[in-house]
């Protein structure tokens, strides 16, 4: 698809995404929000496509969402706009393959939210994150007092939320919020790299692996390890597994389709 506010490029089984609006520091307002949700209901679903790189044009990742657009709105049209970015976010949480925030400068409100709504996080040193929604005198609005806990923990996300602070990406490495911090000029390198090394395994396999970990995340202790169960023996009804299997009984490298 053709669009205004995304780049999107694909270099064999990997996808890089980069949201284009420097000007604005990428913010998410409707327009890009719309461009965001049709690419993850069309090309985001390639077959050929392993893992996901997201990252932003210019010095910010995603400053936020679009305060001038917020600022006239209603309880109804608040409602409205926080749905549609909730639901982009869940369906970007629930692609079957990895997403990696590439979070390359300001990631903060709807920005860290993208960024918690992808499966893992490489931030470049001059990186900054943070909820600051409070300061405005709203909560979070794309799920991020959902997912801030789950990644961070009850207590941090409650600090970080009460009291609208930004901080830097070694913070945010020592709090778990980023899985890496590199430096600026080594971000997109580090990123792609993660993505390829992800892509050279089984994408069944991997898949099969996010789902168990999302699902089983959801529920009791039981039910999650029968989720496992479930999709370990899926894995022996596919190709990948008798191609993993016997590369490694005669050592070689698998070749996975």
Excluded at 15 to 33: Q, Y
Excluded at 83 to 95: M, P, Q
Excluded at 130 to 140: D, F, K, S
Aim: charged share 25%.
């Amino acid at each position: 698809m053709a669009y205004s506010l995304l780049k999107w490029e694909v270099e064999g089984n990997i996808g890089l995404l980069t949201i284009n609006s420097p000007s604005t520091l990428n913010a998410l307002n409707s327009a890009v929000l719309t461009e965001l949700e049709e690419w993850v209901d069309t090309d985001a679903k390639d077959e050929v496509l392993r893992a996901i790189v997201i990252t932003g044009e210019g010095k910010a990742f995603v400053a936020g969402a679009d305060i001038k657009e917020m600022l006239p709105l209603d309880a109804t049209g608040a409602m409205a706009f926080g749905v549609h970015g909730a639901r982009v976010f869940r369906k970007i949480e629930k692609l079957s393959v990895p997403v990696i925030a590439a979070v390359n400068g300001f990631a903060l409100g709807g920005g860290c939210e993208l960024a918690l709504a992808c499966d893992l996080r490489i931030a470049s040193d001059r990186a900054k994150l943070g909820q600051p929604e409070v300061g405005l005198g709203i909560t979070p609005g794309f799920s991020g007092t959902i997912r801030l806990p789950r990644v961070v923990g009850v207590a941090k996300a409650k600090e970080l939320i009460y009291t609208g602070k930004v901080i830097r990406a070694e913070e945010a490495l020592e709090i778990g919020l980023v899985n890496q911090v590199v430096p600026a000029e080594e971000l997109m390198g580090t990123a792609l790299d993660l993505a390829r090394q992800i892509g050279r395994n089984s994408g069944s396999a991997v898949s099969y692996s996010k789902e168990a970990i999302d699902r089983g995340l959801q529920m009791d202790l039981d039910s999650a390890i029968q989720v496992e169960n479930d999709l370990f023996a899926l894995c022996f009804a596919h190709e990948d597994q008798k191609e993993g299997m016997n590369a490694f009984v005669e050592k070689r490298q698998a070749a996975f389709k």
